[in-house]
């Protein structure tokens, strides 16, 4: 058997070398390595299969920055979103001055606890930003609702995400990262749609926000060398949107060997005793950026994963609310129960494009073979 992986980036490169490398050659080839068509002809054909304007950026984290930055925010304005996320969410609005207010998460879905937000609304809030954590959407119709009712903005953080469908209630579906003001992506390598080095993007459906943002990720630039309004420098390399051309062609075929490796391990590992696969909703589909457990003895059986050869991931190991840098904020322990409590038995299997049925039948074996352990002792 081959060596599991927790992401296989290089195995899922080989079913597509010659078409990257070519790709890459062309880019050397044309010594536009910055700003050049190639950026642009990406942008287009993603912004085709969303179905909204795209523009691209440095990474995610930037993304999150323009996008506060291209609302018009104002120093201490109040930002609502979750403690059990990755980091960037939080620390780019504190970077903008603005002030992160937590809600706790839903249990099952990971996502933000749409029935909390509400009693959390001040004159200073201006921005819901839901996470569509591990590659399902949040309940962005009723977020949305919400933000409609307190003319607030909603920015979606879609990084994990990619190519997930929110289903509204009325049947029509649309894009993760399109449905809020603005839409936030990731391109790090291991997200749905990985670069091969950093890369990001911002989506809107909004024609004059899309300008607005164009012009801050370029030094706030309306003309050549004319500036109207403050900007930063962050832009998709040509090498990276080459990579990602190629990559998006094969976008949702690689979504859906992804789908295929999460139903084997929910057909396989649904009604363990001290585990619980993944919850699906009926407004979103999964893409499975991670595809993540609930298990009571979460060490252990990483432990004995280990043993066996099987990597296997916390994300997230702790809330932000109780780290370090965000102790400023005036949060304590027991202020998130529903997060606080994720963080100690979460646990990520391996998932990627390139598993095959014998590893699959190996890993799932194997967490089968923990709790039967367990069970005799
Ligand atoms: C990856 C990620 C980001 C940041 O993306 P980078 O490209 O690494 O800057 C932000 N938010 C979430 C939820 C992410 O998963």
């Known amino acids: ?194 670069a091969f080095g950093d890369g990001g993007a911002i989506f809107t459906k909004d024609d004059e926000l899309a300008a607005v943002i164009r012009s801050i990720a370029n030094h706030g630039m309306k003309a050549k060398y004319q500036y109207e309004r403050i900007g930063v420098n962050s832009r998709l390399d040509s090498m990276q949107a080459a990579i990602l051309e190629v990559k998006l062609k094969y976008f949702d075929q690689h979504i859906a060997a992804r789908q295929k490796a999460a139903a084997y391990y929910d057909q396989h590992l649904a009604g363990i005793d001290g585990l619980e696969i993944p919850e699906r909703v009926d407004y979103s589909t999964h893409t499975f950026h991670q595809y993540t457990l609930k298990v009571e003895r979460r060490d252990e059986l990483q432990e004995f994963l280990k043993t066996k050869g099987i990597p296997s991931m916390v994300y997230y190991p702790e809330v932000l609310h109780l780290q370090e840098a965000y102790q400023f904020l005036g949060y304590k322990k027991g202020d998130f129960p529903v997060s606080e409590k994720l963080v100690k038995s979460v646990l990520s299997l391996p998932m990627h494009t390139e598993l095959d049925e014998e590893q699959l039948e190996y890993i799932v074996e194997s967490i089968k073979e923990f709790f039967n352990l367990s069970q005799r002792r």
Do not use: W
């Not at 195995?11 to 050659?25: H, N, R, S």
């Not at 044309?30 to 190639?38: E, L, M, P, Y």
């Not at 930037?62 to 506060?68: N, S, T």
């Open 1 to 194: 058997m081959q060596t599991i992986h927790m992401c296989d980036l290089y195995g899922q490169y080989l079913t597509m070398k010659e078409e990257i490398d070519g790709a890459i050659q062309g880019v050397i080839q044309s010594t536009h390595f910055i700003k050049s068509g190639k950026v642009l002809d990406f942008e287009q054909k993603l912004s085709e299969y969303l179905d909204a304007h795209v523009i691209s950026c440095g990474n995610g984290t930037d993304a999150l920055q323009i996008a506060f930055m291209a609302l018009g925010l104002e120093p201490g304005d109040e930002v609502i979103t979750t403690p059990f996320t990755f980091v960037a969410t939080v620390e780019t609005a504190v970077l903008m001055g603005l002030k992160p207010v937590f809600v706790d998460v839903d249990r099952d879905t990971f996502t933000i606890d749409v029935s909390q937000i509400e009693e959390l609304i001040t004159p200073k809030t201006k921005v819901i930003l839901p996470v569509d954590l591990f590659g399902q959407c949040a309940n962005l119709e009723e977020i949305r609702a919400l933000a409609e009712k307190y003319n607030l903005y909603v920015v979606e953080d879609a990084c994990q995400a990619l190519g997930t469908d929110y289903i509204f209630k009325n049947g029509t579906t649309q894009k993760a990262g399109t449905i809020g003001n603005i839409g936030c992506n990731s391109f790090f390598p291991s997200k749905n749609l990985g």
